[in-house]
């Protein structure tokens, strides 16, 4: 009997079981977080929706700043001492706040200044944990980590919201603070403890490079791929949407809709559900109907009830936001476990710190712009008329999909051609790029 018949990844594999359960206790966190933090500033110190808007702009716009020269490091480096690095600052980081608090010291400019470092953190554990998780499964097991991955984290977002709301409800929003510091000393725990040890990342003449030609590779080998192109620019716009109304929700639910930190929690808690959906199908739908086609139903149709959340009300009227929330949730996750499949199977080990980084700086890029816009729109049109221009983007950004090359095919491709532009010719550390191991897409 071979290992892959005793039953699932986390059954089987004890380090992937490690990073399952660091992973997800993180994004448990993260979530609290996100309900938290945004309550912190309007509750708390009385913040307009406009700060909040930039306070969510703050949490992504490291992506912007840093993400690039993080994925050479990432190419460069082990990938694990990087996450344990981050995890660990972002403990510090985020118990300081109600530390401060406690000392009077708390103001919007050092809840700014928090985000930003705890931002710029993410993007040093992101980068590396989604290359290193390559390295720790066999390539026909990438697909089932990916899935199960993505579903832990929605379901830890859930939970994760839901809670946040009740802990500033009970605690204060404040001292949820304490509940995401917590979630990041498990995952320095888990981390530590995984037993794999990774092969060092290149020679020294790698380390050595000037860092800009890594970086150029990096930013052409998704602008000159037509596959990893189109993706790569439908995320940054749909996220720029996502982040446009989700900068503003809270603040929509709260003084648009009338409702308490504990019920925003639990509808936002709600919504999220559609994420487990989305993990739960993803591969199923994909293997049944072709991952192209999948992404294409999950990013451009199962989104359109988004147009349901600017006309939620009080009372029976939240379900409106439940409904739309949850469509949208499993399109992103069921269309974030497809590609992370096929980015990790397109592209060759040795770049994916850099494919990553070079996505990211592109797809998240738009999240602090995305919140900004939500903000202002919020504040100049109102929270409503906000949330109908900025929802409408969600399913609309789909259409990049509809007339690109995915239209035509039923399967993303699991490799590159012989002669695919710039997955073909060597990258700046002489390796052939198509050299690597093939692997099967669910």
């Known amino acids: ?6 039953g699932g990844l986390l059954r089987r594999h ?3 079981r490690l990073l399952w359960c660091g992973e997800t206790t993180g994004k448990f966190g993260a979530s609290v977080t996100g309900v938290a933090l945004p309550l912190v500033a309007a509750s708390t110190l009385h913040a307009g929706t406009f700060p909040v808007g930039v306070l969510s702009a703050c949490a992504w716009l490291p992506w912007l700043i840093v993400s690039l020269p993080v994925g050479v490091w990432v190419d460069r480096f082990r990938r694990r001492p990087i996450m344990l690095a981050a995890a660990a600052v972002s403990l510090v980081l985020f118990a300081s706040v109600p530390v401060v ?10 809840l700014l200044v928090i985000t930003v470092l705890t931002g710029t953190a993410a993007v040093f554990f992101q980068t590396a944990y989604s290359a290193y998780l390559p390295s720790l499964l066999e390539a026909a097991d990438q697909p089932e980590g990916n899935s199960k991955l993505q579903g832990s984290a929605s379901v830890a977002q859930i939970v994760g919201r839901g809670t946040g709301g009740l802990i500033a409800q009970l605690a204060g929003a404040v001292n949820a603070m304490f509940a995401n510091a917590a979630t990041f000393l498990l995952s320095l725990l888990c981390l530590a403890a995984i037993r794999h040890r990774e092969p060092r990342a290149g020679g020294a003449e790698r380390r050595h490079r000037p860092m800009v030609s890594d970086v150029r590779a990096g930013l052409r080998l998704v602008a000159g791929d037509r596959w ?8 940054a716009v749909s996220n720029l949407a996502l982040m446009g109304y989700q900068s503003i929700l809270v603040v929509f639910l709260v003084r648009g809709i009338g409702l308490g930190p504990g019920t925003v929690g639990t509808l936002i808690a709600a919504a999220g559900a559609g994420g487990v959906v989305g993990a739960f199908v993803a591969r199923r739908v994909a293997g049944r109907i ?6 294409l139903l999950f990013e451009l149709g199962v989104p359109v009830p988004a147009l349901l959340i600017p006309l939620t009300t009080g009372g029976a009227g939240t379900l409106l936001y439940v409904t739309g929330g949850f469509c949208v949730s499993a399109g992103v996750v069921a269309g974030n476990v497809i590609k992370a499949g096929f980015q990790q199977s397109y592209c060759p080990p040795h770049l994916l710190g850099r494919l990553t980084a070079s996505t990211a700086f592109l797809n998240y890029g738009t999240l602090p712009v995305g919140a900004l816009l939500g903000g202002t729109l919020g504040s100049v049109l109102g929270l409503r008329e906000a949330m109908w221009i900025t929802t409408a983007g969600v399913p609309l950004a789909g259409l990049i999909l509809f007339f690109s090359p995915l239209r035509g095919i039923r399967d993303l491709p699991a490799s590159p051609p012989p002669r695919s532009g710039t997955l073909v010719p060597q990258d700046p550390g002489g390796e052939p790029i198509s050299d690597r191991p093939s692997a099967q897409r669910a």
């Open 290 to 295: 072709g991952t192209a086609r999948a992404t």
């Open 1 to 6: 009997m071979s290992p892959r018949t005793r």
């Open 228 to 235: 990893l192109r189109t993706l790569t620019l439908f995320g």
């Open 14 to 16: 004890r380090d992937f």
């Open 101 to 110: 608090s406690w000392f009077g010291g708390l103001s919007m400019a050092f």
